[in-house]
């Protein structure tokens, strides 16, 4: 089953007289007969779905490092939910007659590059990790589900759904803070890191995918996001960063 390569087709560009938030099933089939479109759908399924895989395995290996036996069974709970919307990505490929692994064996390398530059150093730091730096990326997918067919949308605004990591982050690292206060200059110099290595990892993912990008600049049924709408995009993840650094109580 190769994948193709393509651009997004003229067809794809035309085809969507009717709102994309009324598509059914049936438009996002007809939507997927076009092999660029296609390629791009396997590909942003392909990303998310070694991302959800990924942070199953770094929210077990986090579990180890817990704390509390709370503070573990917790964490367990949100590795088993992010392995279950992996299979739901799974099964999504499978239903597109692709091999999972082949549709994401092109984002290995760099998201494996992305963890091994923001190794973190110890439990705060793998929380900051986990709620800023998976914050960012799933920002970044979430714009891009803003031009695929409503299908594709449901199911990529469903795994990316809060799971109560966020809550938890927060009430650990504001407890850390306010227990000893010198952490907190620590932790936001981690979480700007962060910042920087996520944004660039996103840019180089749809860089590095000619579908992905093609997907980005000119989707669907409209014509794409101008240069100035791009940087309108990276504006919204900076200030969801900032957000997200201001109710660990850190500085951003």
């Not at 279950?84 to 760099?110: I, S, T, W």
């Not at 986990?130 to 589900?145: L, N, Q």
């Not at 890191?193 to 995918?209: F, H």
Request: charged share 25%; glycine share 8%; hydrophobic share 50%.
């Amino acid at each position: 089953m190769a994948r193709p390569e393509s651009p997004i087709g003229e067809s794809v560009l035309r085809s969507g007289a009717a709102d994309p938030a009324g598509a059914d099933s049936g438009f996002a089939s007809g939507m997927l007969e076009d092999p660029g479109y296609r390629a791009a759908i396997v590909d942003l399924l392909g990303v998310l779905a070694y991302g959800q895989l990924v942070a199953f395995e770094r929210l077990a290996e986090d579990a180890k490092l817990a704390p509390t036996l709370e503070d573990k069974a917790a964490l367990a709970a949100m590795a088993t939910a992010e392995f279950h919307h992996y299979e739901r990505l799974r099964d999504r490929l499978v239903e597109l007659d692709m091999f999972p692994a082949e549709a994401m064996r092109p984002f290995v390398a760099p998201v494996g590059n992305f963890h091994a530059h923001t190794a973190p150093a110890d439990w705060l730091e793998s929380l900051v990790k986990a709620y800023v730096g998976d914050g960012i990326a799933t920002d970044f997918y979430r714009e891009v589900a803003g031009h695929v067919d409503e299908v594709t949308r449901r199911l990529i605004l469903d795994v990316l759904a809060e799971n109560g990591h966020a809550a938890f982050a927060v009430a650990r690292v504001r407890a850390a803070i306010a227990a000893d206060v010198r952490v907190a200059g620590r932790l936001a110099l981690w979480g700007r890191r962060l910042m920087g290595e996520a944004l660039s990892q996103a840019q180089r993912v749809a860089a590095d995918r000619n579908a992905l990008s093609a997907l980005l600049v000119g989707g669907m049924n409209r014509m794409g996001l101008d240069l100035a709408e791009i940087g309108h995009m990276f504006a919204r993840i900076t200030e969801a960063h900032v957000r997200r650094m201001a109710a660990l109580g850190l500085s951003s």
